[in-house]
């Protein structure tokens, strides 16, 4: 007698895909920064469907609340239920159960914002974000998406990538520019992840904007990898040199401590060693 397992070992795991709901999962993705709303003739342009099957689709999202019509009725956007969902998946992450308690010690003793953020691509993402009550305010939120390689958080999270793999997320011949600070090539860019590796943790000081200041250190699991980075965000002009280095400390210890809640042993990280300048070209 054949289990589920071997059916889909014979046959394929197509044969189990819904296509009406892999349709409105694929809707859904199509809504994004650079397109907040969509209509339903540019939907079934993109996808190849008939208008009346976009129609329907749309009309399935939106009484679920993942939808709704922006006021001229024409187009839609992304509605609420996806915001819930997404808090909901940031929830059920055991990275973000674990370390919102540090975040919140560390927080305490610094007297200054800490984030926990995670890659995405070439994007750095949000998860969890401690603030204190104090007169520093930061536009960032939980979800909000910034570039990797511009940011302090960015450069410890493509810590353990390779040239080669670099290059293959970065095809371009220079870098989008932020500020004077960031990288202008991928060479540049993997000469400066690779110090930081080396260093322990990241200081940045207007490193994507000019006022702000992070200092942020690797969080890594038990294979070793980086998965999240943990960082403090203050404003430069109330940092000494002291004061600085205390922070620094704390950040990395902070770190440490959520590093060892999701089994990071050092001596694995060996297997993930990585030149630290770029050697041959890839």
């Known amino acids: 007698m054949s289990t589920p397992d071997a059916e889909l070992a014979d046959d394929g795991q197509d044969r189990y895909i819904v296509p009406a709901l892999e ?8 809504f994004s920064r650079e397109n907040r709303t969509l209509g339903a003739p540019e939907l079934a342009r993109r996808f190849g469907l008939p208008r009346s099957t976009v129609f329907r689709l749309l009309a399935t999202l939106e009484s679920m609340g993942f939808i709704e019509k922006t006021e001229g ?8 239920a996806v915001l819930r969902l997404g808090f909901e998946y940031l929830a059920s992450l055991e990275l973000t159960e674990l370390g919102l308690p540090i975040l919140n010690r560390l927080s305490e003793a610094i007297g200054y914002p800490c984030n926990l953020v995670v890659r995405d691509g070439r994007s750095i993402v949000y998860v969890a974000k401690v603030t204190t009550p104090t007169p520093f305010a930061s536009s960032v939120t939980v979800g909000t998406r910034l ?21 293959a ?28 590796r080396e260093r322990g943790h990241v200081q940045g000081e207007g490193f994507f904007e000019s006022n702000i ?7 890594r699991d038990h294979s070793g990898r980086v ?35 999701l089994n990071y042993a050092p001596a694995s990280a060996s297997r993930n060693v990585v030149p630290l300048r770029g050697g041959k070209p890839a």
């Not at 200041?213 to 969080?219: E, G, K, L, N, R």
Request: proline letters at 6%; glycine letters at 6%.
């Open 23 to 30: 349709r409105g999962l694929r809707i859904l993705g199509e």
């Open 227 to 261: 998965v999240a980075a943990l960082g403090a965000t203050i404003t430069s002009a109330h940092i000494d040199g002291e004061r600085m280095d205390e922070m620094v400390r704390r950040v990395r210890d902070a770190a440490q401590e959520l590093s060892a809640l």
């Open 169 to 196: 997320m970065y095809p371009e011949d220079r870098l989008e520019i932020f500020s004077p600070s960031t990288p202008r090539t991928v060479i540049e860019l993997f000469n400066l992840v690779q110090a930081d």
């Open 213 to 219: 200041s992070t200092i942020a250190a690797p969080v």
């Open 147 to 167: 570039p990797a390689h511009a940011t302090v958080l960015g450069r410890v999270l493509l810590e353990d990538l390779t040239l080669p793999e670099l290059r």
């Open 73 to 80: 009725g024409r187009e839609y956007r992304l509605g609420l």
